[in-house]
């Protein structure tokens, strides 16, 4: 079949922070502000300078798309490569594929994950993943909670806010402070774990000023941390094996959290994190509540095809939803930490077949048959 694969590709100012700070915004850039230099420990400006700009660390690298690109050929399609850039539209309409895999997380704003399956939408293109509605409200962090929250899928507190004037009165401590719109860990660090009023008037301030969004503060999810890789449609998706975040493994002095810092700077090819735990050993019972709460979410979201779940235990041990990722990082060198591929290749799947059951999940939910 003639197929187009959508995507982002990280720029090579992202490995270079003073490249980035000059970079042209015109081009697409995922956050604003880029004062975050500004809120780092010197140590980590100091150890990991090629690692501290994170405007596109939701971008996929070059090997990244090239390995998506050849499991779909090794399927036996065609595959054109559409970036998704302020062209993304009109090369669509000019390629008209017959299919299209989307790994694209967009240009800008807090809808952008949406743009190529809006385009696609309209164009009447079928697509992989969620649509351009489920995927834009995954990636508001506060909205896909008051969904959850309706179908009585256990989820942390929150409020939102953009001035510190709105905080709310009498907050119990600890808080847990994030962007709302971002991923990848972006703007999430080891200060984001909040223990009293001034430091959470840092974090807003932080991120108001860095990524220029508001914040969304959670109430702090202190137990064990898994990540779940889910591929299929309905009642019949199958949820991959668990992944347990083994947060042991997070260097002394730092919270427990997956946190950027653990992420990009501690956790890297030449010096790996033994962090994962690939079925998560944990008891059976807490294994299917895990399983269980996860599906209620895919579905009551209405995921499509596949996504990545993020887990955590509260304090009574009760899975909660940390978030929804319709579109996971999908890092093709098992020597990179990449979650989705990790369970699947637990699962069987290896990279080629991974991508290819994606596909054929779209292909069975659109009734078209390679
Ligand atoms: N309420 C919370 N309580 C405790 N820890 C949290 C909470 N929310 C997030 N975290 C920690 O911060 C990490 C990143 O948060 P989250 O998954 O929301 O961000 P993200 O940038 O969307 O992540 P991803 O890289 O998966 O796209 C989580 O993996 C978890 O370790
Ligand atoms: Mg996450």
């Known amino acids: 079949m003639k197929l187009a694969l959508t995507f982002n590709i990280k720029k090579d100012s992202a490995t270079n922070l003073s490249a980035s700070l000059a970079a042209d915004e015109s081009e697409g850039s995922l956050s604003s502000g880029r004062n975050f230099k500004k809120y780092l420990s010197q140590n980590l400006i100091e150890n990991y300078p090629e690692r501290i700009d994170d405007t596109f660390a939701e971008w996929d690298s070059e090997e990244t798309i090239e390995a998506v690109k050849s499991a779909l050929e090794a ?14 539209y ?43 509605v489920t995927i834009g409200i995954c990636h508001d962090k506060s909205r896909c909670k008051e969904i959850l929250s309706y179908y009585k899928i256990p989820n942390s507190k929150f409020f939102i806010t953009d001035a510190i004037h709105k905080t709310e009165k009498n907050i119990s401590f600890p808080k847990f402070v994030k962007p709302l719109h971002e991923g990848s860990s972006k703007g999430i660090y080891n200060s984001s774990v909040v223990n009293n009023s001034s430091e959470l008037r840092n974090e807003i301030l932080r991120i108001k000023e860095c990524y220029d969004q508001p914040s969304i503060v959670e109430d702090f999810l202190e137990g064990k941390e898994f990540t779940v890789a889910m591929l299929g449609n309905g009642e019949d ?16 002095g730092f919270n427990k959290i997956y946190s950027y810092e653990v992420k990009w700077f501690f956790d890297t090819r030449e010096s790996k994190l033994d962090i994962f735990r690939c079925p998560a050993d944990i008891d059976p019972v807490l294994y299917g509540q895990i399983e269980d709460v996860c599906k209620a979410a895919y579905l009551a979201l209405r995921i499509r ?50 991508i290819n059951a994606v596909l054929n999940c779209a292909f069975n939910r659109t009734v078209i048959k390679k």
């Open 75 to 88: 399927g036996g399609h065609e595959v054109d490569l559409i970036e998704c850039d302020r062209d993304a």
């Open 90 to 132: 009109e090369k669509l309409k000019i390629h008209n594929p017959e299919f299209v895999f989307n790994v694209a997380e967009g240009l800008s704003g807090p809808s952008r994950e949406s743009q190529i399956p809006s385009m696609l939408e309209m164009l009447n293109i079928p697509f992989t993943g969620s649509d351009s």
């Open 237 to 252: 998706v199958k949820v991959l094996p668990i992944v347990e975040i083994n947060l042991d493994t997070v260097p002394e």
């Open 305 to 354: 095809d596949w996504a990545r779940i993020d887990v955590r235990l509260d304090k009574n041990n009760i899975p909660n939803i940390v978030e929804i990722n319709p579109l996971p990082g999908i890092l093709p060198d098992p020597a990179d930490n990449s979650c989705y591929p990790k369970a699947a290749r637990e699962y069987g799947l290896d990279y080629n077949a991974m």
